[in-house]
C-alpha cells in the first residue's frame, strides 16, 4: 500500500517535502489497513509506534477494573500510541478500528532511524506529535 504523501503534507507535516524527504520517510513508515472491529493497539502491550490514522475512525477504550470506558475516537489526521511511543510504556487503552481504516505506522525502531538520516524530517514529526499531545492535554 503506497503512502499518501499529499496527505501527509497537509495533515500531518504541514509543510511540503522535497523529493529525498519522501524517499526516506517512505522508508520509515509502514501503511497498515484494518478492517473494522480489529484492534489496531491492546492496552498493556508494548507496541512502541505512533500510528497516524489516515482514513477511517478508532474508538479507544480503557479497562478500568473490569470495565470498557469509551474515552475518545480517532479521526484521519489524529494520532494513536503517542504516550507509549514517548515514554516506552504499556499501551493505557485499546485502539479498535470502528471503519475499515488506514493507519500510518512509525516504530521508535524507525523514529531513531530517521533522526540519524534526516534531522529535520525527524524534527517535523516530533514537532507534530508534541503538539497533538498538548492539544491533548488542553481538552
Not at 500510541?81 to 475499515?100: C, I, P, Q, Y
Not at 531513531?112 to 524530517?121: A, F, G, H, Q, R
Request: hydrophobic share 40%; glycine share 6%; aromatic share 8%.
Amino acid at each position: 500500500m503506497s503512502i499518501d504523501f499529499a496527505w501527509l503534507e497537509e495533515n500531518f507535516f504541514n509543510q511540503k517535502l522535497d523529493v529525498t524527504q519522501k524517499e526516506i520517510f517512505s522508508s520509515k513508515i509502514e501503511a497498515v489497513e484494518y478492517k473494522a472491529g480489529a484492534a489496531i493497539v491492546e492496552q498493556g502491550s508494548m507496541g512502541q509506534a505512533l500510528d497516524v490514522v489516515n482514513s477511517g475512525a478508532a474508538n479507544i477504550d480503557c479497562n478500568c477494573n473490569g470495565e470498557s470506558i469509551r474515552v475518545g475516537t480517532a479521526h484521519p489526521g489524529d494520532l494513536i500510541g503517542e504516550m507509549s511511543f514517548l515514554t516506552a510504556d504499556e499501551a493505557s487503552a485499546t485502539v479498535t478500528a470502528r471503519d475499515d481504516c488506514i493507519i500510518y505506522k512509525l516504530t521508535r525502531t524507525a523514529f531513531t532511524s530517521l533522526m540519524k538520516d534526516n534531522p529535520e524530517l525527524a524534527y517535523a514529526v516530533f514537532a507534530h506529535l508534541l503538539t497533538h499531545t498538548a492539544d491533548v492535554i488542553r481538552h
